[in-house]
């Protein structure tokens, strides 16, 4: 039997995609997108058995807010958060929060569907792959935990973070291209491979997030170029 459900995310084309994909299987999706700031009210509003929740930034203050007040005032609603790989703070702050699950954004959709299942069914709904991340760095501690710059630059490959420097400098994929001597179309890709593993929709988002972490002055740093003539 199908799943009552609304997908939220402030990407609508990521909400709308996932929300076909879930229609298909069966399942019926109530709404396919909303901005972050009207998540909650619309949620509440519609009651689903079941809500998938995306987030950009599970680690930022207030990220889960929107579960506090779904919870809050329609407490049997599922909330499973959809959001990139977080660190042990963010799975636990979002099942603090009131959230049944957790799952990342690459996930594929059968993953994405047992979640919803469990939620429904009142289990919690993470990845044991993802579980166990957290325990083995709850365990055994980076020297510095927290450092969130110095674990997305991790992520990246050289060439990923030279592209994100250029697109935090502003660079169109025309100027990327020309500047690493690579075809648009490549540097086009490394482009949304940045995005894909920084778990953001836009260049803006990526530059902003990289600015937010320290990630742009560790990758400056690390990584020194000459800029080619403009």
């Given at each position: 039997?199908?799943?009552?459900?609304?997908?939220?995310?402030?990407?609508?084309?990521?909400?709308?995609a996932?929300?076909?994909?879930?229609?298909?299987?069966?399942?019926?999706?109530?709404?396919?997108?909303?901005?972050?700031?009207g998540?909650?009210e619309?949620?509440?509003?519609r009651?689903?058995?079941?809500?998938?929740?995306?987030?950009?930034?599970?680690?930022?203050?207030g990220a889960?807010?929107?579960?506090?007040?779904?919870k809050?005032?329609?407490?049997q609603?599922?909330?499973?958060?959809?959001?990139p790989v977080?660190?042990?703070?963010g799975?636990?702050?979002?099942?603090?929060?009131?959230a049944?699950g957790?799952?990342?954004h690459?996930?594929?959709i059968e993953?994405?569907?047992?979640?919803i299942?469990?939620?429904?069914?009142g289990?919690?709904?993470v990845?044991?792959q993802l579980l166990?991340?957290?325990?083995?760095e709850?365990?055994?501690p980076?020297?510095?935990?927290?450092?969130?710059?110095q674990r997305l630059?991790?992520?990246?490959t050289p060439?990923?973070?030279?592209?994100?420097?250029?697109?935090a400098?502003?660079?169109?994929t025309r100027l990327?291209?020309a500047?690493?001597?690579?075809?648009?179309?490549?540097?086009?890709?490394?482009v949304?491979?940045v995005?894909?593993?920084l778990?953001?929709?836009?260049?803006l988002?990526?530059?902003?997030l990289?600015?937010?972490?320290?990630l742009?002055?560790?990758?400056t740093?690390?990584?020194?170029?000459?800029?080619?003539?403009?």
């Amino acid at each position: 039997m199908g799943v009552r459900l609304m997908v939220v995310d402030d990407h609508r084309l990521l909400a709308e995609a996932l929300a076909s994909a879930l229609k298909l299987r069966g399942h019926r999706v109530l709404a396919a997108a909303a901005p972050a700031a009207g998540a909650a009210e619309l949620v509440v509003s519609r009651a689903p058995e079941v809500c998938l929740l995306g987030t950009a930034t599970p680690a930022e203050p207030g990220a889960f807010d929107p579960v506090v007040r779904i919870k809050r005032d329609r407490p049997q609603v599922a909330v499973v958060v959809l959001g990139p790989v977080p660190s042990p703070r963010g799975i636990a702050a979002a099942f603090a929060a009131g959230a049944s699950g957790y799952v990342r954004h690459d996930e594929r959709i059968e993953g994405v569907e047992r979640a919803i299942m469990k939620a429904r069914a009142g289990e919690a709904a993470v990845a044991p792959q993802l579980l166990q991340g957290a325990f083995t760095e709850l365990l055994n501690p980076a020297a510095t935990p927290d450092d969130e710059g110095q674990r997305l630059l991790r992520m990246l490959t050289p060439r990923e973070v030279e592209v994100l420097v250029r697109v935090a400098e502003g660079e169109d994929t025309r100027l990327i291209a020309a500047g690493m001597g690579i075809a648009p179309s490549t540097a086009r890709t490394h482009v949304q491979r940045v995005l894909m593993k920084l778990g953001v929709g836009s260049r803006l988002e990526a530059a902003a997030l990289a600015a937010r972490t320290g990630l742009l002055d560790r990758a400056t740093a690390g990584h020194p170029r000459v800029p080619h003539p403009r």
